[in-house]
């Protein structure tokens, strides 16, 4: 895909090179990485009016006993109070399935806005049909406060923001784009270690190819941001920062000259090699509804499903 037939990718690229060519509008970053479920999460704030975003936050669950806790959000909490910053948005990039959101959990000590892309309805009908969730499970987004939609602006304090529909890993994955730094979620991952799987219900491999080849045209200098890392051959170090550049010149599964057919048959026989994720009942089943734990029971207590031979 080039620049000339995706408009959207144009307006995020003039974004990004406004950002580069003024350091005011450019993000600042803090990462924070979980290595019980690999996950990163992002504190982005603007330097200048100290508003920030919560991208992708991280509940703990240990899956034996059902007990959360909050070992992973609180030092988000932490830097958020010590840097005096407000929070004007939580964003999840795509509703997870192998960690729990916290966003409620922020939210509630913090405040800001829950956003997500707006195909989280057809995630919702898909899972709220997988756990046989009942009619009180609403399946319209309504459990966010703003669902985005593709080439959406928002403004980060004075800093662009901008939504972009990057499917494939899930029907709702969006990357969302503040300054001169891409947040991507579950598509590319390190160039040493390829792109996300693309075998969930509603997963695509070509769809999720486009999508690559979507976040490559934006500007060779583009900070892009994993979701995950799981090192790779030769890597001893978890990393979670790399370039458009890099990316297209070395990405093993998608850099540049790999063709969609190629790309197709390497990502679907990986991914029937793959194990489904450990917290992939849980971390569905409460990221669908928002992050929020499934309506208690008569007794108070709330209730994780486990679909017997269906996934
Ligand atoms: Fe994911």
Same mark, same amino acid.
């Given at each position: 895909?080039?620049?000339?037939?995706?408009?959207?990718?144009?307006?995020?690229?003039?974004?990004?090179?406004?950002?580069? *060519?003024?350091?005011? #509008?450019?993000?600042?970053?803090?990462?924070?990485?979980?290595?019980?479920?690999?996950?990163?999460?992002?504190?982005?704030?603007?330097?200048?009016?100290?508003?920030?975003?919560?991208?992708?936050?991280?509940?703990?669950?240990?899956?034996?006993?059902?007990?959360?806790?909050?070992?992973?959000?609180?030092?988000?909490?932490?830097?958020? +109070?010590?840097?005096? #910053?407000?929070?004007?948005?939580?964003?999840?990039?795509? *509703?997870?399935?192998?960690?729990?959101?916290?966003? !409620?959990?922020?939210?509630?000590?913090?405040?800001?806005?829950?956003?997500?892309? +707006?195909?989280?309805?057809?995630?919702?009908?898909?899972?709220?049909?997988?756990?046989?969730?009942?009619?009180?499970?609403?399946?319209?987004?309504?459990?966010?406060?703003?669902?985005?939609?593709?080439?959406?602006?928002?403004?980060?304090? +004075?800093?662009?923001?901008?939504?972009?529909?990057?499917?494939?890993? $899930?029907?709702?994955?969006?990357?969302?784009?503040?300054?001169?730094? *891409?947040?991507?979620?579950?598509? #590319?991952?390190? !160039?040493?270690?390829?792109?996300?799987?693309?075998?969930?219900?509603?997963?695509?491999?070509?769809?999720?190819?486009?999508?690559?080849?979507?976040?490559?045209?934006? !500007?060779?200098?583009?900070?892009?941001?994993?979701?995950?890392?799981?090192?790779?051959?030769?890597?001893?170090?978890?990393?979670?920062?790399?370039?458009?550049?890099?990316?297209?010149?070395? /990405?093993?599964?998608?850099?540049?000259?790999?063709?969609?057919?190629?790309?197709?048959?390497?990502? $679907?026989?990986?991914?029937?090699?793959?194990?489904?994720?450990?917290?992939?009942?849980?971390?569905?089943?409460? /990221?669908?509804?928002?992050?929020?734990?499934?309506?208690?029971?008569?007794?108070?207590?709330?209730?994780?499903?486990?679909?017997? /031979?269906?996934?």
């Amino acid at each position: 895909m080039t620049h000339t037939d995706d408009d959207v990718i144009e307006a995020a690229a003039g974004q990004v090179e406004r950002a580069l *060519a003024d350091t005011a #509008l450019q993000p600042e970053i803090k990462a924070f990485f979980d290595e019980e479920t690999n996950t990163v999460s992002y504190v982005v704030h603007d330097p200048d009016t100290r508003q920030c975003a919560i991208i992708d936050s991280v509940l703990d669950y240990d899956a034996a006993s059902g007990r959360t806790s909050h070992e992973s959000a609180d030092p988000i909490l932490d830097h958020i +109070r010590q840097h005096d #910053l407000t929070v004007e948005w939580l964003i999840e990039t795509h *509703a997870h399935a192998d960690h729990l959101s916290a966003a !409620p959990y922020l939210q509630e000590k913090l405040g800001g806005k829950l956003a997500i892309g +707006r195909e989280i309805i057809e995630v919702q009908e898909v899972f709220g049909k997988l756990f046989n969730a009942g009619s009180d499970f609403e399946r319209d987004g309504s459990q966010f406060d703003h669902l985005f939609t593709d080439g959406e602006t928002f403004m980060l304090g +004075r800093i662009e923001g901008m939504a972009l529909h990057v499917p494939g890993h $899930t029907p709702a994955d969006y990357a969302i784009v503040i300054g001169n730094a *891409a947040f991507i979620g579950d598509t #590319l991952f390190m !160039p040493d270690f390829g792109t996300a799987r693309a075998d969930f219900p509603g997963g695509d491999a070509r769809v999720l190819f486009r999508s690559t080849r979507r976040l490559l045209s934006l !500007p060779a200098q583009t900070r892009l941001f994993m979701c995950h890392d799981y090192k790779a051959p030769g890597r001893d170090e978890y990393a979670w920062e790399s370039s458009v550049a890099e990316q297209r010149a070395g /990405n093993v599964h998608v850099k540049e000259g790999t063709s969609e057919d190629e790309f197709v048959e390497m990502r $679907t026989a990986r991914d029937r090699t793959l194990a489904m994720p450990k917290l992939i009942m849980p971390g569905v089943q409460v /990221n669908m509804r928002g992050g929020h734990l499934p309506e208690p029971e008569e007794n108070g207590v709330s209730y994780i499903k486990i679909p017997v /031979n269906t996934l």
